[in-house]
């Protein structure tokens, strides 16, 4: 068979096997559309809850800025000694959980501060101490504390119905149980913010852990009004 022809038939039979072929219409790209442009900018912002979280641990030495060479039971009586009246905030604590944590040298069982974790979550460099501690009805308290200068800052504080807590990469993701969405759980990301120096809630997301019981309302898949 001459070459021309060969060539032509090899060509013709890569077309038939192998040609393009159309997938259809291609959908239309849709950008975001932004609702109520007219609506005034905010001239009061409120608060950022999460910097109020910061605060100096009063007389705990962290040598060479080394959080592993500090006791996380002294970290935590430092500071329910130097608040011994707040029961709300970053700084509260139950009067029960309070005076367990007094008492953690002489009843170790009671101790309500659990097995402390590190986790360089700053960059830094140098690893941040984290603490739970058992709460009644179910709570948790989580602290992160942040070596500087000798001692300690907390970058952390909050208090929940903890289910879980995990680390993914420098963020602390924290499970909290749904009592009012049967089925599903809140996952907060808690991320280092350079210009607060603080760890802040950065990605919340709900998510379902398991069916919904019969007879009980699920959640909306859409937010929007009626």
Excluded: F, N
Excluded at 28 to 44: N, S
Excluded at 142 to 147: E, F, I, T
């Amino acid at each position: 068979m001459p070459g021309a022809a060969l060539a032509a038939l090899l060509l013709t039979g890569c077309g038939d096997a192998g040609e393009l072929r159309a997938a259809g219409p291609t959908p239309t790209a849709v950008g975001p559309v932004r609702l109520w442009p007219d609506m005034p900018p905010v001239t009061a912002p409120p608060y950022d809850y999460g910097e109020s979280d910061t605060a100096r641990v009063p007389g705990v030495k962290a040598p060479g800025d080394d959080v592993h060479r500090v006791d996380p039971v002294a970290v935590v009586q430092a500071e329910v000694a130097a608040h011994p009246d707040e029961y709300s905030g970053p700084d509260g604590m139950y009067q029960e959980t309070a005076g367990r944590i007094r008492e953690c040298g002489e009843a170790p069982r009671r101790c309500p501060v659990m097995t402390p974790y590190y986790r360089d979550l700053t960059g830094d460099g140098r690893d941040e101490l984290i603490v739970g501690i058992r709460m009644p009805d179910q709570q948790t308290g989580l602290r992160v504390y942040m070596p500087e200068k000798g001692g300690l800052t907390r970058i952390m504080s909050t208090v929940d119905q903890v289910v879980g807590v995990q680390l993914a990469g420098r963020d602390l993701v924290v499970r909290v149980v749904s009592a009012g969405i049967p089925g599903y759980e809140y996952r907060t990301a808690w991320s280092w913010d350079a210009q607060q120096r603080s760890l802040l809630p950065t990605r919340d997301e709900i998510v379902r852990v398991k069916p919904v019981p019969p007879g009980q309302a699920s959640p909306s898949p859409s937010g929007g009004g009626a």
